[in-house]
């Protein structure tokens, strides 16, 4: 790899990952208050819960978009939000949130995954997919979209009172 390119993959990562300019996604999820979850105060469009969910949901769609040859693109936007503002599980287990965590964590390690492989070409257009999309526009893409969400929570924790940032 040339110093660019790893200059290039480290900055993906970087971004990706929300460090720098702004909190990062699991950041913004963390320690959030389980009744607090499935709330959308006055004015808010979405609880925490459809935003997790959206996030996750969305991230893996871009995810296997980039990997999987079967591809099918889900139905905007009924496919990409919760049907509900509140996880199903009861508050007690946290069954639901949990997953979904664990669920974007993983999607977002596999991202890094691809990104961190010599072998995988950033600027390569990915065969199944629409002409000119490559696994660098996706990332950057997920990025954005990741971002933008990751500041509705905040200001969402901040209208619940359940941020300390």
Known sequence: ???????????????LRGSGA????????AGLPPHLRGKRPP??????????EHIRFTLHDLLDY???PHYREPAWPRDYWPHS??????????????????????DLAEFERLI???????F???????EGHTLLREVLLAADHTS??????????RLLGAWKG
Do not use: F
């Open 22 to 29: 702004h909190v990062d996604v699991l950041s913004a999820l």
């Open 43 to 52: 004015g808010a469009p979405h609880s925490a819960w459809e935003l997790l």
């Open 124 to 130: 390569a257009a990915i065969p199944w997919a629409k």
């Open 1 to 15: 790899m040339t110093i660019e390119d790893t200059s290039l993959r480290s900055h993906l990562l970087d971004l």
């Open 148 to 157: 933008y969400h990751t500041g509705e929570l905040v200001y969402l924790r």
């Open 116 to 122: 961190r492989n010599p072998r995988t070409d950033l």
């Open 85 to 106: 503002a509140e996880p199903a599980t009861d508050l007690a287990t946290d069954q639901d949130w949990c997953e979904s965590v664990t669920a974007l964590e993983a």
């Open 66 to 68: 980039c990997v999987n």
